[in-house]
Every structure is written in structure tokens, then in C-alpha cells.
Nanobody, 124 residues
Framework: QVQLVESGGGLVQSGGSLRLSCVAS????????MGWFRQAPGKEREFAAVISWSGGTTYYADSVKGRFTISRDNAKNTVYLQMNSLKPEDTAVYYC?????????????????WGQGTQVTVSS
């Protein structure tokens, strides 16, 4: 069965960095786009970043553009989210998600599997 296991979250000061990892199993990882979403307390889940099946196309939410970088290693079935210049408003649970298609898409409805999430807390 499909499994997505995130790691790398934690507590960091404003301006700091974290790298999230998501190890996937149970499907042909290189055949699908992968995304990162986040959900802050009391808010809806929102799109953060997506990468196409080959890694050739990436999209970012305006709120993270220039600070976050999504990447993937198809040989390791792993997608990463490098987060730099973190702000308190980046505090959220971050979810890795498998798209149902190869191309990069920002819409949650296009994702059919989700990880359990990893908490990121940025202190001011």
C-alpha cells in the first residue's frame, strides 16, 4: 500500500532553516508529481510547493517563494522541502502528498495520498 513518511520538522528560531524529507513506498515514485502542503492551527490546509515527476517543473505558493525549495531523488523515493529564512507564520503541520498525475498541480483535489504530517514551529 502507499505510504508517505515525513521527517525533519521541529522547533527553529525565526530566520532559521529546516529540511523536510518524505520517503514514499508502495507505488512507482518516479511516475507522479509530489507536493507539500501545510496547515496552521485554525486554518485550512494550503498548498506550499509541488514538483513534477521528473523534477523539471516546480511551483510555489507566493508566501514561500524565494525561501523554500522542493526537490526529489527518484532513486531514493524521496521528496524534500528545504525551508530557509523561516518566519513565525510558517508554523504549521507540513504534509507530503502524492499527486494522481505526473504534471505539477497545486490543487489538493488532485492528490490521492497524504502523509501523517510533521510539525514545524518557528519562534519569534
Amino acid at each position: 500500500q502507499v505510504q508517505l513518511v515525513e521527517s525533519g520538522g521541529g522547533l527553529v528560531q525565526s530566520g532559521g532553516s529546516l529540511r523536510l524529507s518524505c520517503v514514499a513506498s508502495g507505488f512507482t515514485f518516479s511516475g507522479y508529481a509530489m507536493g507539500w502542503f501545510r496547515q496552521a492551527p485554525g486554518k485550512e490546509r494550503e498548498f506550499a510547493a509541488v514538483i513534477s515527476w521528473s523534477g523539471g517543473t516546480t511551483y510555489y505558493a507566493d508566501s514561500v517563494k524565494g525561501r523554500f525549495t522542493i526537490s526529489r531523488d527518484n532513486a531514493k523515493n524521496t521528496v524534500y522541502l528545504q525551508m530557509n529564512s523561516l518566519k513565525p507564520e510558517d508554523t504549521a503541520v507540513y504534509y507530503c502528498a502524492k499527486s494522481g498525475v505526473k504534471i505539477a498541480t497545486t490543487y489538493p483535489v488532485n492528490y490521492n495520498y497524504w502523509g501523517q504530517g510533521t510539525q514545524v514551529t518557528v519562534s519569534s
